[in-house]
Nanobody, 124 residues
Framework: QVQLVESGGGLVQAGGSLRLSCAAS????????MGWFRQAPGKEREFVAA??????SLNYADSVKGRFTISRDSAKVYLQMTSLKPEDTAVYYC???????????????????WGAGTQVTVSS
């Protein structure tokens, strides 16, 4: 079992920055594909970014390209968010895919473990 815990969320003004972290316990995530997803009120959960096991492959949703950066080390995954917009307001979840495959990390059904989420609120 892998437990994922997100942190770093909060309230920020439009144009500001936040850095989300996802820490894992139970097993090392060093060989897993990791992803970030988000769910805004009244909307379905959507893909934000993904990174393969060694950090060599990255993928981003069009809505965050150029503003968000996903990265990782052996124990954590990070999402650096800059130039935040009110439409970025959502609960952000990290997820782990225990396979080493990487097809972009977009599909939620490929992920085996999920965190409980951290709230990001961007005020205008």
């Amino acid at each position: 079992q892998v437990q994922l815990v997100e942190s770093g969320g909060g309230l920020v003004q439009a144009g500001g920055s936040l850095r989300l972290s996802c820490a894992a316990s139970g097993r090392t995530i060093s060989s897993y594909t990791m992803g970030w997803f988000r769910q805004a009120p009244g909307k379905e959960r959507e893909f934000v970014a993904a990174i393969n096991w060694n950090g060599g492959s990255l993928n981003y949703a069009d809505s965050v390209k150029g503003r968000f950066t996903i990265s990782r080390d052996s124990a954590k995954v990070y999402l650096q968010m800059t130039s935040l917009k009110p439409e970025d307001t959502a609960v952000y979840y990290c997820a782990a895919d225990i396979s080493r495959r990487f097809y972009g990390g977009v599909s939620q059904i490929d992920y085996d473990y999920w965190g409980a989420g951290t709230q990001v609120t961007v005020s205008s």
